[in-house]
T-cell receptor, first 120, second 113 residues
């Protein structure tokens, strides 16, 4: 079946502009994550949804960043007043509902191809 | 919160040799440790994972070991091939079920033919 998809694949914008990045998770996956990957670094957690609600948004760097998942499927990451330091690859991942209540219940996170954001 | 350190940052091996990448974590409550492979311009893909109730797991040429006491885990690739060249990331997380991953900074592996 289809994997996680993200659009656009590349986004170039000017400092101060507003951008939206879209993520389509694997059908049926209840958990959705946004990560940011800077050049030469590992992905850094931004926000995580379980269904429609943000279960953990502790990774969002400041209030210019916001994400929604209104119907529990597609998610949009929104960045206001973009800054050059926001330039990075924004990765989305999804995983299925855990089964059982043991440590075996962790489910693999499947990543999308990312959106490369460049702020000039 | 959790902190994951990964070494080395770059690694070059001759084709056919073994490669070992090591990670340490700080939170003793972490219980899930996946390894991802990321080729240039591509998405991270899970290659192997290990949970805290086992010490070693193997899948063909790839193995992962976990030492909970020392809070470190390692990726072992045997009989390396040029197509193993990529950036490898270790990660850790606490709790079971759908919690965010904390990643290491990655290791760029080059397999020289």
């Amino acid at each position: 079946g289809a994997g996680v998809s993200q659009t656009p694949s590349n986004k170039v914008t000017e400092k101060g502009k507003y951008v939206e990045l879209r993520c389509d998770p694997i059908s049926g996956h209840t958990a959705l994550y946004w990560y940011r990957q800077s050049l030469g670094q590992g992905p850094e957690f931004l926000i995580y949804f379980q269904g429609t609600g943000a279960a953990d948004d502790s990774g969002l760097p400041n209030d210019r960043f916001f994400a929604v998942r209104p119907e529990g499927s597609v998610s949009t990451l929104k960045i206001q007043r973009t800054e050059r330091g926001d330039s990075a690859v924004y990765l989305c991942a999804s995983s299925s509902r855990p089964q059982g209540r043991t440590s075996e219940s962790y489910n693999e996170q499947f990543f999308g191809p990312g959106t490369r954001l460049t702020v000039l | 919160g959790e902190n994951v350190e990964q070494h080395p940052s770059t690694l070059s091996v001759q084709e056919g040799d073994s490669a070992v990448i090591k990670c340490t974590y700080s939170d003793s409550a972490s219980n899930y440790f996946p390894w991802y492979k990321q080729e240039l311009g591509k998405r991270p893909q899970l290659i192997i994972d290990i949970r805290s109730n086992v010490g070693e797991k193997k899948d063909q040429r790839i193995a992962v070991t976990l030492n909970k006491t020392a809070k470190h885990f390692s990726l072992h690739i045997t009989e390396t091939q040029p197509e193993d060249s990529a950036v490898y990331f270790c990660a850790a997380t606490t709790n079971s079920g759908n919690t965010p991953l904390v990643f290491g900074k990655g290791t760029r592996l080059s397999v020289i033919a």
